[in-house]
Structure formats: C-alpha cells, structure tokens
C-alpha cells in the first residue's frame, strides 16, 4: 500500500460570507434543510460541503472532508479512476467543512443504462471491475450504477466517495456479500438490464475474484438479480 493513504493535507479557511458569494456565482447541484451541499462552479469544478450533525462526534477531530480526500488519494495511489482533489476547506465559524475538486469526466453506468448503451461487454467489465476493488479491499457502501463512471479512456472509476474504506487486504466473503447488497439495493437500476447480462456480470465477478469454489457458491446466492 502508498502513502498516499495517509497523506496529511493542508486545510484551508473559509467564511460563511464567501460561501455565500460562491452560491451566486455557481449552480446547486444538492442541497438539503440545512442548505446547499453540493455547487458546480463556473470553471467546472465541484464544491462539497459537510456539515456535522452531531455534537459529539469523531468528525470534530477528522473531518468528513478529510476522509473524502484520504479515499481519492488511496483510490488513486491503487490505480481506480476517480475525483481529484484541488483543496481541503474548513470554515472558520463552524465545525463544518468541504472539498473542491475536479469531477471524473465520463458518463455513469446509470446515464448508460437508461440511454440503452450498457452492453454486455460493458457488463462484463464492470463485473472485473467489482472483483478488483474486492480484492484490493476497497469497501464501497455506495457502489451503484450511479456512482461508477466511466471514462473516456474507457475504464472505469468511482465517484461520491466519502462513504467508502480501504482495508489494504482483500474483502473478506462475508464483506463480498454485503457489499452485493448495497449494490443491488436500488432496483431500478437493475430492471432494465437485461437477464443475460446480468448473468456476464456474475460470471465476470467470480472468474475475475480468484475465490474458492466454497466462497463462489456462498456468494451466488447473494446476487439476486442473476437468473
């Protein structure tokens, strides 16, 4: 393992005066009660902000924004395509803070999907893409069609990354299997992909995982979509 993974980032301040002035300037994409979470600025570049909602909370001490950076950076220390970090932010009158960064250029499986362009042999891909992140120990709670992209090099990467972890060692079969859950648990993704290439997805997972037969059969009967 790098590095990377440990590398300690300068924060910069930020008012709560300034963030408004670059809530003028740049288009919401996100927001909540609470206010605006996500801003797309004018040259491009995304600004994400994280509030602590709790009083007590390890967050006071490293920040979600600290964590988010700390995964683009192993991430990209292992090779996965993903966001690229421009500057860590805290604010100077509130225990909030937030990232700028630039986006991963590319198109979503979900944009693909609902354009009738998610192939079978993107399927395939995407299942040795998945096999890969488990076995470089990369649990990602928020693995779905929407947040993996892919590129114009036609690879593909990971995006919305803040609610990921990196064990250095591969996934056990019990985190393999919850992790099929998270990704299978927003439906619609998976019912306008055809039957036959969500089998190839399976196929690819298990021919690329490098798991025992014991560990494949315990695993197939957590992919719910396969026919």
Known sequence: MSNLFFNWRRSEALTA??????????????????GVKVLQLADGNIFKLFRVRRLLSLAHIYSYARHFCRNA?????????????IKLIHFVDSSDTAVLYQPLPGKTLRQLSQAGELSEGLMHDFGVFVARLHAMGVYFRSLHFGNVVLTPQGTLGLIDIADLKLYGRGLSTWHRGRNFRHLQRLKDDWRIVPPQHVQVFGEAYFAASGLTPHAVTTLRLKLKYLP
């Open 73 to 85: 950076d192993g991430l990209s220390a292992l090779g996965i395509p993903t966001v690229q970090i």
């Open 17 to 34: 005066d300034t963030l408004k002035q670059m809530c003028e300037q740049a288009k919401v994409l996100e927001q909540d009660e609470r």
